[in-house]
């Protein structure tokens, strides 16, 4: 039976881009290289691999394997009478040291449909830190854009097309942003952000050349036509997709909006003392500060997964951390 929370070390698979820095300094290891994300808490594998991405627990097993055979104890029962033995969560720290190709996620329908997955990809990005003078992402398309000005956009790989498409948006620390699965985005050099997703790795790569080894990767191998089936050529307004949060000092300040809910959940947490924290399945990731979660020492980029079965744990000392937790079960309301 899991009830304690574990402190996670980093857990980064090979990626096809550059970055990592903005990890390794959080981690306090600032010589580290070992890549632009991390994977925290993690029961998703890479796509198409059966291992990598996976997170080990110190007593050796994966975090998938423990949550497995005792899904009640890490998950809760509310939960798992929802979603099963899934955590319905991944949890990634990214820091882009290049701007990402255009791309965009599966809806949870098209998954089934298509990849015999229930889970898509909707996503959110809790920006916590930037360098250079423009961190900037690009977030779902201005205008309508007809199904065959994109294939031709991806046939041709005209990239300042598809990226002169999407909507700028420079962002600080603080900002966060909500990404439905199917809208076409990417991530600007410079911006670091705790990432919030389904647990998959599906991803059509638009925007392939330059990026992608196997130029086939891109479209998750289902071919040009279905791949593209699951973009969202709808225009989308910023301010529906984009909060600001950094100027918020609470307690608790809820980092993503109700239309998040059915997805996944964010608090920052800012601690002065002592705070109970409800019982959940957690991942929590320590942005300043130093503290305890228990028995388990914090200090800035300490990253720990909190099982159901914990109870209320309790934060002491003085510290800033974003709570990440899955959905809220239907029957728990919302």
Known sequence: MSNQPVALPANQPKQFYRGGAAIAALRGDPEADYGPEDWVASTTTL???????????????????????????????????????????????????QRLPVHCHPSNAFAAEHLA???????????????????????????????????????????????????????????????????????????FIVELQQPTDFSVTLEWQGFLADPEAWHLGLGQEA????????????????????????????LLRAKADAFFRADRLHVSGSRALDPSFTVLVVLEGAGTLDSVPLRRG???????????????GDLVAVRCRPPLPASLGS
Request: include cysteine; aromatic fraction near 6%; proline fraction near 7%.
């Open 302 to 316: 300490s990253t720990v997964v909190v099982p159901h079965a914990a109870g209320e744990s309790v934060l002491t």
């Open 227 to 254: 791949a593209l089936g699951c973009v969202d050529l709808r225009a989308k307004h910023v301010e529906d997709l984009l909060s600001h949060t950094g100027s918020r000092v609470a307690p608790t300040v809820n």
């Open 47 to 97: 796509f198409g691999q059966d291992e990598a991405g996976l997170t080990r627990l110190p007593d050796g097993r994966w975090l998938r394997d423990a949550v497995r055979a005792d899904p009640a104890s890490w998950l809760g029962a509310e939960h798992v009478a929802e979603f099963g033995a899934d955590t319905a969560l991944l949890v990634k720290l990214l820091d882009a040291g």
């Open 117 to 191: 997955c229930r889970h898509g990809k909707t996503e959110a990005w809790i920006v916590v830190g930037t360098s250079g003078p423009d961190p900037t992402v690009y977030i779902g398309f201005r205008r309508d854009v007809p199904a065959s000005r994109i294939s031709a956009w991806v046939s041709a790989q005209d990239s300042s097309a598809m990226l002169d498409a999407l909507n700028p948006v420079v962002v600080k620390p603080g900002d966060t942003v909500f990404v439905p699965a199917g809208v076409p985005h990417a991530i600007g050099e410079g911006v």
